[in-house]
């Protein structure tokens, strides 16, 4: 019932940024939160940052003071502004959402299909 689309990846030299975007359609439902983990060549997926509907933020440290999320509720969008990348930063960007779906009870996760950076040195 809910689809999330990433766009923004791309290759990108040291130090320049990027702008992940990612928009949720689909009908009767409402997020709770929207956050973007990456996965790193032979790494597990780990989570970069997370927003709430209410503009809580959470992010690893390792992104802090570079990474900057945000949200447009009205668009069920959230962006993740990326700068001063580094190498280490290269990994699939997945999109996730926490949702509530109308007339059903509890919370379901979704996540998109991943947009790949890489990030040269």
């Known amino acids: 019932q809910v689809q999330l689309v990433e766009s923004g990846g791309g290759l990108v030299q040291a130090g320049g940024s990027l702008r992940l975007s990612c928009a949720a359609s689909g009908s009767s439902f409402s997020i709770n939160s929207m956050g973007w983990y990456r996965q790193a060549p032979g790494k597990q997926r780990d989570l970069v940052a997370a927003?709430?509907?209410?503009?809580?933020?959470n992010y690893a440290d390792s992104v802090k003071g570079r990474f900057t999320i945000s949200r447009d509720n009205a668009k069920n969008t959230v962006y993740l502004q990326i700068n001063s990348l580094k190498p280490e930063d290269t990994g699939v960007y997945y999109c996730?959402?926490?949702?509530?779906?109308?007339?059903?009870?509890?919370?379901?996760?979704?996540w998109g299909q991943g947009t790949q950076v890489t990030v040269s040195s």
């Open positions: 927003i709430t509907s209410g503009g809580t933020t």
């Open positions: 996730n959402a926490r949702v509530g779906i109308l007339l059903v009870d509890g919370e379901y996760e979704y």
